[in-house]
């Protein structure tokens, strides 16, 4: 199953943009005798300023057709990493060939292109600045391919 991060904006090199790499990387390694990845991330510029609804289009736009949508926002489930990590293996074993994880710019997910979603994710009751979120969705897919191969990686 091949995993879409589709997300607003456009990181620069940096740490943040580091780490997404690396983690991407680690996790294309151990999900591929999985049957998860390749990873692909999609970044989407509004530079009209049209806002959420904006967003929103170019997002559309950037999910592979017949892909399943998650979306990540604040009123979304929070899972354990575990439960992450079985959603995933669900999706793939459902014969899902992509999933579309998409993170929205500064002022969230447009409500309609939500309301489209098959899932909302959380990573919690506080807001995450958006760049950081690529961060830890990236850590949290390596974490998940981890879990189901049974490596040392997640001590819980």
Do not use: N
């Not at 990387?25 to 009209?48: I, N, W």
């Not at 994880?101 to 292109?113: Q, R």
């Amino acid at each position: 199953m091949r995993l879409h991060l589709c997300a607003v904006g456009r990181l620069r090199p940096g740490p943040e943009l580091s780490l997404v790499q690396d983690y991407l990387t680690r996790f294309d390694r151990t999900g591929r005798a999985l049957g998860l990845g390749p990873a692909q991330v999609h970044e989407v510029d509004d530079r009209k300023g049209g806002g959420m609804a904006a967003e929103a289009a170019l997002l559309r736009r950037a999910v592979p057709e017949g892909a399943a949508l998650w979306v990540l926002d604040e009123r979304g489930r929070q899972m354990t990493s575990p439960e992450f990590a079985q959603a995933l293996a669900r999706q793939r074993d459902d014969g899902r060939g992509d999933l579309a994880l998409v993170i929205g710019g500064a002022d969230g997910i447009d409500p309609g292109l939500r309301g489209e979603a098959d899932q909302a994710l959380s990573f919690g009751a506080m807001v995450w600045p958006h760049m950081l979120v690529r961060v830890m969705l990236a850590e949290q897919l390596y974490r998940a391919a981890t879990i189901l191969a049974g490596g040392p990686y997640h001590r819980a």
